[in-house]
C-alpha cells in the first residue's frame, strides 16, 4: 500500500502554532467576565488555586479561619427546626415566603435579629452545590473555639475531653452534659473529629451558648499539660479498672476523657490517662452511646464534687 505523503503522527494541541494565542484569547476573556486577571507569567494561565479565593457559589466573605465553607442548612423542614432549635445563623436565604414553614422560618429569624436576603434559584443552587434546598437555606454561623487553657477556671476545674467522636450529635449530647453536671468546658481534637455543626447545636439544647468548646491541636500533648497544671486525668474505658462511682480525686482539678462508641480510647491517650475507668453494666449491653456514657460518668463525678 502507498503511503499518503504529508500523514504523519497528530501533533498535540500545545505544539501548535495558534495554542498561545487562543489561550492568551481565553484568558483575556475570563478576565473580562469575572474581573480577575487570569494570566501567570509569560501569559500562562494560573492554576485555579491560584486565581481563585473562594468556590463558585461561595458567598463574597464566607470563608472560615481555617478556609473551609462556613455550614448550610437546606430545607424548609431542617431550616425551621434549626431556627427553633436556636442554631445560631448569620444569613437566611429565601426564594418566597409562600410556604408556612418558609414564614416562620422568616419570623423566627426577625426575632432573633438574623439578616434576610431574598435571592434566586439558581444563586441558591450554587451556594448548595445543587443540592435541594426547597427554596430556603440558613446559613450558620462560624463557632469560636476556645483554647484549652481557657478552660483551667476556679480552683478545681472539671473538663471533659473527648476523643473519636465523629458525630456532632454525639458532641452535643456530651456538651449537654456537661452543663448538666457544673463542666468548665469540653475539649475536641482538631483533626479528624466532631466539631460545632448545627446538629451539635440542635442536639446540645442550647448549652453550647454557655459551655466552651476547645479544640487541641494534639489530644494526648493537652492531657499532659493539664496534668502538669495539676488536673487529674481519667479515662471512660470498658476495660477500666475502678468505677466511676468509686473515684476519690474526683473532688479536685479533672479531667473526664471520652472515647467513642466503637473503638473507645486510643491507645496514645488511654496510656496518657492516669487512670481508666468504668461504669459497671449488670444488664445485657455491651457498651453505652458515648453522650450516654459521658452523662453517667460526669452524674458520678458530680456526686462525690457535691458531698
Known amino acids: ?75 424548609r423542614n431542617p431550616v425551621l427546626e434549626a431556627l427553633r432549635a436556636g442554631v445560631p445563623g448569620s444569613t437566611l436565604y429565601v426564594m418566597s415566603s409562600t410556604d408556612e414553614r418558609v414564614r416562620e422560618a422568616i419570623q423566627i429569624a426577625a426575632d432573633r435579629r438574623i439578616p434576610l436576603l431574598e435571592t434566586g434559584k439558581n444563586e441558591l443552587d450554587r451556594m448548595t452545590d445543587g443540592a435541594v434546598h426547597q427554596g430556603i437555606a440558613l446559613q450558620v454561623r462560624t463557632y469560636r473555639y476556645a483554647h484549652p487553657d481557657d478552660l483551667l477556671t476556679g480552683p478545681a476545674p472539671l473538663i471533659v475531653a473527648v476523643d473519636g467522636i465523629t458525630d456532632p450529635r454525639n458532641l452535643g449530647a456530651i456538651v449537654r452534659s456537661a452543663a448538666a453536671f457544673g463542666a468548665a468546658g469540653v475539649v475536641v481534637p482538631e483533626r479528624r473529629a466532631a466539631g460545632v455543626t448545627a446538629g451539635t447545636w440542635k ?14 491541636t494534639n489530644l494526648t500533648r493537652q492531657l499532659k499539660a493539664y496534668q502538669k497544671a495539676g488536673c487529674f486525668v481519667a479515662g471512660l474505658d470498658a476495660g477500666g479498672g475502678s468505677a466511676v462511682a468509686d473515684l476519690e480525686v474526683a473532688d479536685g482539678p479533672f479531667v473526664l476523657v471520652v472515647g467513642s462508641e466503637g473503638k473507645g ?42 458531698s
Not at 501548535?16 to 480577575?36: D, L, N, P
Open 1 to 75: 500500500m502507498a503511503k499518503h505523503k504529508g500523514k504523519g503522527p497528530t501533533p498535540k494541541a500545545e505544539d501548535r502554532h495558534w495554542h498561545g494565542k487562543r489561550q492568551k484569547a481565553r484568558a483575556v476573556k475570563s478576565a473580562k467576565r469575572t474581573g480577575t486577571p487570569t494570566l501567570g507569567p509569560g501569559g500562562r494561565a494560573k492554576p485555579a488555586t491560584e486565581t481563585r479565593d473562594r468556590p463558585a457559589g461561595r458567598p463574597a466573605g464566607a470563608r472560615r479561619a481555617t478556609g473551609e465553607v462556613p455550614e448550610l442548612v437546606t430545607g
Open 203 to 216: 442536639s446540645s439544647a442550647g448549652t453550647l451558648a454557655t459551655v466552651p468548646v476547645a479544640q487541641a
Open 265 to 306: 480510647l486510643g491507645r496514645l491517650v488511654a496510656d496518657t490517662c492516669d487512670l481508666l475507668v468504668t461504669i459497671p453494666m449488670p444488664g445485657r449491653a455491651e457498651s453505652l452511646n458515648a453522650g450516654v456514657a459521658a452523662g453517667i460518668a460526669l452524674y458520678e463525678i458530680s456526686r462525690l464534687r457535691t
